[in-house]
């Protein structure tokens, strides 16, 4: 019997999201089976932890620390360390903008904020690996951060994301994140606001909140739930979303932590399985800073996961419209396969 991917009735179909308010073009003939549509590109073994920065013990060979978990400078046995990176995308060292420079509307001083959170001082502990309670901890580590940069008044956008495996841009093996501030909103973060204000316009109602309910579900827990967006832009993309309507992801408290933790770590260990260890990247989509009261209906934080199972060509960079293989509906049904329990 054929697969869905490989069924004579699957055609392609374009898709618009929503919330990213992008179009996606799903071309079943493109790809394999779901289930075989696995990473040709695994995750490596760790190399030695001998020459690794992050690892404990090598504190001293680390751009400067801003806080460590638990909060006691002189404690060797900490658990999450969050330091400036050492090769900083944008610089705090730089006069905070006060104006453009050089050609109007075009430039800005390069002033923000680019730090490093090393989720483990142990080199062969990957995130998915750690209770859910583990991290939770570095997502309240994340929310922290968060909070120390909104005293920065210039300071529009924070992205968290955590880049892992070589091809998915990680430049250590050892398990860390990154969080960037920017003196800007990022277009894309605009253009998802655009997307959700559309849609409420037209609906009364939030995006987010409403595919909650449909089909693609893989898992859900008390106030969290995993699912393949409608128009996933990558094969396998999963979205973590709060049940609760909710713009900011640093509104999280100490026990919706632990709950996303636990979800977290369940969405990591379900694509390894299935996707054969693929390298990886997950952002947390929140929502400006500074978000306006009429924005709040319709502004939903979530995290969202990339397995890196396909390059980007010429089409996709030129038209900024993507080609997924995967239809979302065969891409949850090899999700919820992996039968694993959902950590309380």
């Known amino acids: 019997?054929?697969?869905?991917?490989?069924?004579?009735?699957?055609?392609?179909?374009?898709?618009?999201?929503?919330?990213?308010?992008?179009?996606?073009?799903?071309?079943?003939?493109?790809a394999k089976r779901p289930s075989d549509f696995k990473s040709k590109t695994p995750q490596s073994a760790n190399p030695s932890s001998e020459s690794?920065?992050?690892?404990?013990?090598?504190?001293?060979?680390?751009?400067?620390?801003?806080?460590?978990?638990?909060?006691?400078?002189a404690n060797p046995n900490w658990k999450i360390r969050v330091i400036e990176n050492l090769y900083p995308a944008l610089s705090r060292n730089v006069a905070v903008p006060d104006g453009e420079i050089g050609c109007p509307g075009r430039v800005l001083g390069g002033?923000?904020?680019?730090?490093?959170?090393?989720?483990?001082?142990i080199h062969s502990v990957q995130l998915c690996d750690m209770e859910g309670r583990?991290?939770?901890?570095?997502?309240?580590?994340?929310?922290?951060?968060?909070?120390?940069?909104?005293?920065?008044e210039f300071i529009k956008y924070v992205q968290v994301f955590k880049n892992h495996g070589a091809s998915a841009g990680a430049?250590?093996?050892?398990?860390?994140?990154?969080?960037?501030?920017?003196?800007?909103?990022?277009?894309?973060?605009?253009l998802r606001l655009e997307g959700?204000?559309?849609?409420?316009?037209?609906?009364?109602?939030?995006?987010?909140?409403?595919?909650?309910?449909?089909e693609l579900v893989i898992d859900k827990t008390a106030h969290f739930i995993s699912i393949v967006p409608f128009a996933a832009t990558y094969p396998f993309e999963i979205w973590i979303v709060p049940l609760d309507h909710c713009p900011h992801?640093?509104?999280?408290?100490?026990?919706?932590?632990?709950?996303?933790?636990?979800?977290?770590?369940?969405?990591?260990?379900?694509?390894?399985?299935?996707?054969?260890?693929?390298?990886f990247n997950f952002m947390i989509?929140?929502?400006?800073?500074?978000?306006?009261?009429?924005?709040?209906?319709?502004?939903?934080?979530?995290?969202?996961?990339?397995?890196?199972?396909?390059?980007?060509?010429?089409?996709?960079?030129g038209s900024g419209c993507y080609i997924n293989p995967v239809f979302p509906e065969d891409a949850v049904k090899v999700l919820r396969d992996v039968n694993l329990p959902v950590e309380q």
């Open 111 to 121: 002033f923000g904020y680019h730090d490093v959170v090393i989720e483990t001082p």
């Open 52 to 73: 690794c920065p992050f690892c404990g013990g090598r504190e001293h060979d680390c751009a400067p620390e801003i806080f460590r978990v638990p909060p006691d400078s």
């Open 249 to 279: 992801f640093h509104e999280l408290d100490h026990h919706r932590a632990v709950d996303l933790g636990g979800l977290l770590r369940l969405m990591l260990n379900k694509i390894s399985i299935q996707l054969n260890y693929p390298p």
């Open 196 to 214: 959700s204000k559309e849609h409420f316009d037209k609906t009364g109602k939030c995006n987010l909140c409403e595919a909650l309910g449909e």
């Open 1 to 30: 019997m054929a697969s869905p991917a490989q069924a004579p009735s699957r055609i392609p179909e374009l898709r618009h999201d929503p919330v990213t308010n992008r179009w996606v073009i799903f071309s079943p003939a493109r």
């Open 171 to 190: 430049s250590f093996s050892h398990s860390h994140s990154q969080i960037l501030a920017l003196p800007i909103i990022p277009p894309s973060v605009s």
């Open 134 to 152: 583990e991290i939770g901890e570095v997502l309240l580590a994340y929310k922290l951060r968060i909070e120390q940069i909104m005293r920065c």
């Open 285 to 317: 989509q929140t929502s400006p800073l500074q978000v306006k009261d009429s924005q709040l209906p319709y502004a939903h934080w979530y995290l969202q996961i990339v397995p890196q199972l396909s390059g980007l060509g010429g089409f996709e960079i």
